[in-house]
């Protein structure tokens, strides 16, 4: 048990609309990062926030943006989805200072 | 650009063999190597963390190593149970102001009885 939860669990959307999936993270944590994990794939990173600001960015395209809260909740928004965004999406935060990061269940996203 | 390779792809073995996955990076600049495990469907569980300072960590019947020069990781199972089955991935981080990882493809194992 990381103390990251994601929401939600599963989602399907058509081709064309936007998403939003949701993070949680433990309380202290100010770093959260993105990934990508298609199916039978590496996760690849997509962005990092720390408090409140992107902090790095992976080679994803602008219509994958995020929100960090000061809650240490977060936000990824994907507009004009695509079929190759189908995908499992994790969330991982830290602590301030610290390098080991702590992985959410994922958000698996179905485009059809 | 770090490049990260895990080697095999796959592996399956009776219970109670010892195991050796292996993870090799291109960028010798890598700051922490980090394992990972992985079920079908799930999130990511962190197993062992190796920062910069350290050669290896243990927990349990898990051992990791880092060699920096060689760009090399591994990671050793002992007397491996059906219920070590899952998806192994490394991680390599760079020494950058942010701690994006990067992952291999993973191995996935399978120990049967």
């Known amino acids: 048990e990381t103390g990251v939860t994601q929401s939600p669990t599963h989602l399907i959307k058509t081709r064309g609309q936007q998403v939003t999936l949701r993070c949680s993270s433990q309380?202290?944590?100010?770093?959260v990062s993105w990934y990508q994990q298609a199916l039978g794939q590496g996760p690849q990173f997509i962005f990092q926030?720390?408090?409140?600001?992107?902090?790095g960015r992976g080679n994803f395209p602008p219509r994958f943006s995020g929100l960090q809260f000061p809650n240490y909740s977060s936000e990824l928004n994907v507009n004009a989805l695509e079929l190759d965004d189908s995908a499992l999406y994790l969330c991982?935060?830290?602590?301030?200072?610290?390098?080991?990061?702590?992985f959410g269940p994922g958000t698996r996203l179905t485009v059809t | 650009k770090q490049e990260v390779t895990q080697i095999p792809a796959a592996l399956s073995v009776p219970e109670g063999e010892n195991l050796v996955l292996n993870c090799s990076f291109t960028?010798?600049?890598?700051?922490?190597l980090q394992w990972f495990r992985q079920d079908p469907g799930k999130g990511l569980t962190s197993l062992l963390l190796?920062?910069?300072?350290?050669r290896e960590q243990t927990s349990g019947r898990l051992n990791a190593s880092l060699d920096k020069s060689s760009g090399r990781s591994t990671l050793y199972i002992a007397a491996s149970q059906p219920g070590d089955s899952a998806t192994y991935l490394c991680?390599?981080?760079?020494?950058?102001?942010?701690?994006?990882?990067?992952f291999g493809q993973g191995t996935i194992l399978t120990v049967h009885p």
């Open positions: 190796i920062q910069s300072s350290q």
């Open positions: 991982a935060s830290s602590f301030d200072g610290s390098y080991e990061q702590y």
């Open positions: 309380s202290g944590h100010n770093t």
């Open positions: 926030y720390y408090r409140e600001e992107e902090n």
């Open positions: 960028d010798s600049a890598i700051y922490n």
């Open positions: 991680a390599g981080q760079g020494g950058t102001s942010y701690g994006k990882l990067t």
